[in-house]
Structure formats: structure tokens, C-alpha cells
């Protein structure tokens, strides 16, 4: 089982970023600040960032993306994608 995340970045207010997560290996259920677990699981989003970050997920390729638009300074953290079994 492996879960790559795309490389490190650090941004700057206002400047957009899409993190990537890859799976493979195994049929993932990932979260992140909202979350995906199945197609049919509506998202959900913190409302600190409703509007700006986008989640989603193509479950052919195994990969899940979540896009950051007009990042803000409170957005600050080390954002990252795992796995639980």
C-alpha cells in the first residue's frame, strides 16, 4: 500500500496551490480539512474555507485533489493526506 502526496510548496497570501494526493494498493477514503468517503457522501466543508478550497477525487487514477484558491494567511499549515485502516 502506497500514498504519495505531491512535493512541498510554500505560498503566499492571495496565490492558489492543488495539492494531489495518489493511492494505490488499496480503495482509499480520504479526508482533508472537508472530506470524500464514497460518491454518493455529500462534501463537506470547514467554513473557514467554503468557497475557496475545492475537494475531489478519480477514483480510476486513485487520486484526490484538493484546490486552494485566494489563500489566505490563517490558511497556514502543513497540509497532507493519509491513511487509516
Given at each position: 500500500?502506497?500514498l504519495?502526496?505531491?512535493?512541498?510548496?510554500?505560498k503566499?497570501?492571495?496565490?492558489?496551490h492543488?495539492?494531489?494526493?495518489?493511492?494505490?494498493?488499496?480503495?482509499?477514503?480520504?479526508?482533508w480539512?472537508?472530506?470524500?468517503s464514497?460518491a454518493?457522501t455529500?462534501?463537506?466543508y470547514s467554513?473557514?474555507?467554503?468557497?475557496?478550497?475545492t475537494?475531489s477525487?478519480?477514483?480510476?487514477?486513485s487520486?484526490l485533489y484538493l484546490?486552494m484558491?485566494?489563500?489566505?494567511?490563517?490558511?497556514?499549515?502543513?497540509y497532507?493526506?493519509?491513511?487509516?485502516?
Amino acid at each position: 500500500e502506497t500514498l504519495t502526496q505531491s512535493e512541498a510548496v510554500v505560498k503566499r497570501p492571495g496565490e492558489s496551490h492543488r495539492l494531489t494526493c495518489s493511492a494505490s494498493g488499496f480503495t482509499f477514503r480520504l479526508e482533508w480539512l472537508s472530506f470524500i468517503s464514497t460518491a454518493s457522501t455529500p462534501i463537506s466543508y470547514s467554513s473557514s474555507v467554503r468557497g475557496r478550497f475545492t475537494i475531489s477525487r478519480n477514483d480510476s487514477s486513485s487520486k484526490l485533489y484538493l484546490q486552494m484558491n485566494t489563500l489566505q494567511t490563517a490558511d497556514t499549515a502543513v497540509y497532507y493526506c493519509e491513511s487509516r485502516t
